[in-house]
């Protein structure tokens, strides 16, 4: 089945710590993002990427950073320099329309 | 900058009763539009999308969404919901082609209740 799988589903984070969320797709899809969101403000640009080996800031990237050294795979570390970073991520692939398909989600808890 | 505004936090309607969410976008040129329903703890699947063409475009599960230049809107709608429509609605425009950025700019989200 093709689609996009994240992990893990649920994460916890000390204070100071860096921890990355992986992400991988077997679409065969160019384009790949990683979103914040929060209860009641919707979904939040973090990173984006078009092409393996280049990525752009979204909306938020403070205290956030990627890497895309595989066309499938799309991984986000949440350093501790995020000063916020409760909330659940999802990530994201495309083809050239634009429609984008989802992951189930990561919920990043700080503790 | 484009954006967009889904105005109703929160809706509930009866089981059986028709359904409308309403989207109104900002957007310097052709929008891409599309809507998305996100269940509790899930990822985002894609009810429907508008790119070019007929502006009464059908969607997934019963649903429809027509774009409105004039009024630069793209709402959804449904004849009778059923309880398991309950979950949120988002919104999408995009992407910004002057700029390169494909991604794709989400309204707030409306979430829908449906009472038996």
């Known amino acids: 089945d093709g689609g996009i799988t994240q992990s893990p589903k649920y994460l916890f984070r000390k204070e100071g710590q860096n921890v990355t969320l992986s992400c991988e797709q077997n679409l065969n899809h160019d384009a790949m993002y990683w979103y914040r969101q929060d209860p009641g403000q919707g979904l939040r640009l973090i990173y984006y990427s078009q092409i393996v080996n280049d990525f752009q800031k979204g909306d938020i990237a403070e205290g956030y950073s990627v890497s895309r050294e595989k066309k499938e795979s799309f991984p986000l570390t949440v350093t501790s320099a995020q000063k916020n970073p409760t909330a659940f991520y999802l990530c994201a692939s495309s083809s050239r329309n634009n429609e984008q398909f989802f992951g189930p989600g990561t919920r990043l808890t700080v503790l | 900058a484009q954006s967009v505004t889904q105005p109703d936090i929160h809706i509930t309607v009866s089981e059986g009763a028709s359904l409308e969410l309403r989207c109104n976008y900002s957007?310097?040129?052709?929008?891409?539009l599309f809507w998305y329903v996100q269940s509790p703890g899930q990822g985002l699947q894609l009810l429907l999308k508008?790119?070019?063409?007929?502006?009464l475009v059908q969607g997934i599960k019963g649903f429809e969404a027509e774009f409105k230049r004039s009024q630069s809107s793209f709402n959804l709608r449904k004849p009778s919901v059923h309880w398991s429509d309950a979950a949120e609605y988002f919104c999408?425009?995009?992407?910004?082609?002057?700029?390169?950025?494909?991604?794709?700019?989400f309204g707030s989200g409306t979430r829908l209740q449906v009472q038996p």
């Open positions: 508008y790119f070019s063409g007929d502006t």
């Open positions: 999408a425009v995009g992407p910004i082609m002057d700029t390169g950025r494909r991604a794709l700019t």
């Open positions: 957007y310097g040129a052709t929008p891409y």
